[in-house]
């Protein structure tokens, strides 16, 4: 039968920065097996699809170092402390894009990007009637391109594999199905 595991000791591992590691000593509790396993402790993200008055969505494309190689993805980020999502996504739309809107995003998901070791949630939002506002405002490390793809343009480069982080298909799958885009 499918349980949840009773954690029997808990020993903090790493900290580095956008993630720490927990190592956990857990029991099932209807047969007794042990095992040793590790937690990603990573705060909350946020991602958000800017859409344009014109129904154009706001892209950016960002070297990673994980993949080393050039992505293109919605803008996000980490939440901070105590910060709303609805306001880190925005906030990071406007800090990446130097887009913003007038109206408020719309969640459209909470999503648990890998419920094997992490521990986080991811939300997804959408904002409409975003236009340029500002310059954008990128930390130390940031390098990043803005770019305006129409709906089917995204789907091409969706089929064709040019958009492949796993968390902006999940915000498109959201998007697609709640917007009837498909």
Known sequence: MTAKWETIEERDGENFRIFSTVWLKRRHPEDG?????????SPDWVNII????????????QYRHGADDLTLEIPGGLIDPGEDS?????REC???TGYESTSEAEKMAEIQPNPAFL??????????????????????H????VKEYTVDEIKKMI??????????????????????NL
């Open 159 to 180: 089929k064709s594999g040019k958009i492949n982080h796993s968390l902006v298909l999940n915000a498109f799958f959201y998007y697609f199905t709640n917007e009837n």
């Open 142 to 145: 940031e390098d990043i391109s």
């Open 33 to 41: 097996r042990e095992g040793n396993f590790v937690v990603l402790r």
């Open 119 to 140: 521990d986080n949630i991811c939300y997804t939002y959408i904002w409409r009637g975003c236009k340029k506002t500002s310059v954008q405002k990128l930390d130390q």
């Open 50 to 61: 800017p859409v344009t008055d014109e129904g154009k969505i706001v892209m950016i494309e």
């Open 94 to 96: 406007t800090e990446e």
């Open 86 to 90: 609805r306001m880190a996504g925005q």
